[in-house]
């Protein structure tokens, strides 16, 4: 017996920006499924208008799985997270462990096909689009909470706002100028346009 999706599926439970008040609170599995979305996007801006040619597929299911071994270690807020060096690194130990772990529960046969996208993520060619999307991804939150009035998301957002110019990638900077400013408009607003 494999417990590998029953375990995945407690991605719901595990609550994101928990040391911040959030006006909506987000989970990991709907983050996960975000992320998958924007890399997915990001895949397709890069091979539409900037002469790529990235496996789009590929970048959402790896995506998909980005964040999985918080079903064990929990969702580590940033600041915990890289309070020093040491600490970044112990808890870099702790997250290959969680992945060996998890890639665990499949039957044998199949860990080979789960290992790339678990246990070297990085490793991929598309890994930088899946990255640019975790970063959009809370920029995006931070974008909504702060329209919303929640003040507590100010430094977050200008945090992840420089994080996303540093990555200098023109699939970014055309989804911030193209997208990202509907996330500030309610819903009959959106409908207007």
Not at 170 to 188: G, M, N, Q
Request: charged share 20%; net charge negative.
């Amino acid at each position: 017996m494999s417990h590998f999706f029953a375990i995945l599926s407690r991605m719901k439970l595990i609550r994101r920006w928990s040391l911040m008040y959030n006006r909506r609170k987000e989970n990991v599995q709907e983050h996960a499924l975000e992320t998958a979305l924007l890399a997915y996007h990001l895949c397709v801006l890069h091979n539409t208008y900037f002469e790529g040619h990235v496996n789009c597929e590929h970048a959402a299911v790896l995506a998909m799985y980005h964040d999985a071994t918080e079903v064990f270690t929990g969702d580590m807020p940033t600041p915990v997270k890289y309070f020093t060096p040491h600490m970044r690194q112990t808890y870099g130990d702790v997250e290959k462990q969680a992945a060996l772990r998890l890639l665990s529960t499949l039957p044998q046969e199949l860990q080979r096909v789960y290992e790339p996208l678990i246990c070297q993520p990085e490793a991929d060619p598309v890994w930088p689009f899946v990255k640019a999307a975790d970063i959009l991804s809370a920029y995006l939150k931070c974008v909504q909470e702060v329209t919303d009035g929640n003040h507590e998301f100010n430094d977050a957002f200008q945090t992840l706002e420089a994080r996303l110019q540093s990555l200098h990638l023109p699939e970014v900077t055309l989804f911030l100028k193209e997208y990202a400013p509907s996330f500030r408009l309610s819903l009959d607003q959106m409908h207007k346009v």
